[in-house]
């Protein structure tokens, strides 16, 4: 009886490892408008980013994402004309289905941005990078198609903070 009882189990935990290894990760793109703060001291600037990202299912609970963003909209508070060039970076998006197309996830990063300011024919340009991070909420509408929205931290240190909210679109392959 005792072999027949490891048999049984060692074929039940087979079969388990066999149909974890039939789910099979899912690729996804998305597509969101940020609405960005960045706080530097002075009077807040708020430029807009179109940001697309890259994901892959790696897990149920996990995914890892690549980000890439550029600037749509300029800020231009007392003729400071401020833009975010580009953004880029790659995330950690540990992630939990409630299972009625409602996902909550978090997000955490590392970023490289790349930001513009013109006064007067004057213009000057920085880059950086920091630790990125965030939380967000998911609706699946189909099976392909969801909506998301999510706040993000983009960069913080030197006195200066980026972050926005962004509302986006995505599919799911």
Request: no cysteine; net charge neutral.
């Amino acid at each position: 009886m005792t072999k027949i009882s490891a048999i049984a189990a060692v074929a039940l935990l087979l079969a388990g490892a066999a149909q974890a290894q039939a789910v099979k990760p899912a690729l996804y793109g998305e597509v969101g408008y940020s609405f960005i703060t960045i706080d530097a001291g002075g009077p807040d600037l708020e430029p807009g980013l179109l940001r697309g990202i890259v994901g892959w299912n790696a897990h149920p609970y996990l995914a890892v994402e690549g980000l890439l963003a550029t600037g749509v909209k300029d800020d231009n508070t007392d003729g400071v004309k401020t833009k975010v060039s580009n953004a880029y970076g790659f995330y950690l998006k540990p992630k939990y289905d409630f299972g009625n197309g409602i996902q909550v996830f978090g997000r955490l990063g590392y970023v490289h941005t790349k930001i513009k300011s013109s006064f007067g024919g004057l213009s000057a340009s920085g880059s950086d990078d920091d630790v990125s991070y965030g939380v967000g909420v998911s609706y699946a509408f189909s099976k392909q198609w969801y909506g998301a929205l999510d706040y993000t931290s983009y960069y913080n240190k030197d006195g200066v903070k980026a972050s926005g909210v962004t509302l986006g679109a995505g599919y799911r392959f």
